[in-house]
């Protein structure tokens, strides 16, 4: 079994991640995407505060950094973390990184909905997501998709979230 890169090929510290999420639509629930209050009647139902799309930029972060999972720093058998802000798992996720040499580079997120429509809110998350990760706003891309009535997120169930993620070892960006 190897234990690097092939002979004669490059090494660099570039790595990318992946992370996904899906949190069930509730009732009595406030919907937060990407840090910012959505007006919804039902929110998204979770130990924190069910944010989905955070939750899979933490793991895609994590995952790039070879740090686990969030479940591994945040167990919802935790009740410090019991309905707490998403934005506080990203704030230490990024913290990990940091620790582990890495700085953020990009990063592009799906967001899966029937509804709300997301567009008016787009904007609002990409600067809170690039605040969080202290990377420019045209870093962070975020879109939006319908699902086309197909599944559970189709029929407006839940809504659910995937992140990809590229992070560079600090000692090599320009």
């Known amino acids: 079994m190897g234990r690097g890169p092939a002979a004669g090929s490059a090494v660099t510290g570039l790595r990318i991640g992946t992370g996904f999420d899906a949190h069930r639509l ?53 009740e410090r973390w019991r309905g707490v802000s998403s934005l506080r798992f990203l704030d230490e996720t990024h913290r990990i990184v940091a620790e582990r040499g890495y700085a953020v580079v990009n990063l592009d997120v799906t ?41 559970a997120l189709g029929r407006g169930d839940g809504i659910a979230a995937q992140a990809v993620v590229l992070i560079q070892k600090k000692d090599e960006q320009e």
């Open 111 to 151: 967001v899966i909905a029937r509804a709300p429509a997301l567009s008016p809110f787009v904007d609002r998350i990409r600067r809170v997501l690039g605040e969080h990760l202290r990377i420019d706003l045209d870093a962070v891309s975020v879109k939006a998709k319908s699902n086309d009535g197909l599944g």
């Open 26 to 78: 509730v009732e009595g629930r406030r919907l937060v995407l990407g840090g910012v209050p959505v007006p919804n009647d039902r929110g998204l139902e979770g130990h924190s505060d069910g944010d989905c799309l955070i939750h899979a930029v933490c793991d895609a972060l994590l995952g790039a950094a070879a740090a686990g999972d969030m479940g591994r720093y945040f167990p919802s058998s935790d």
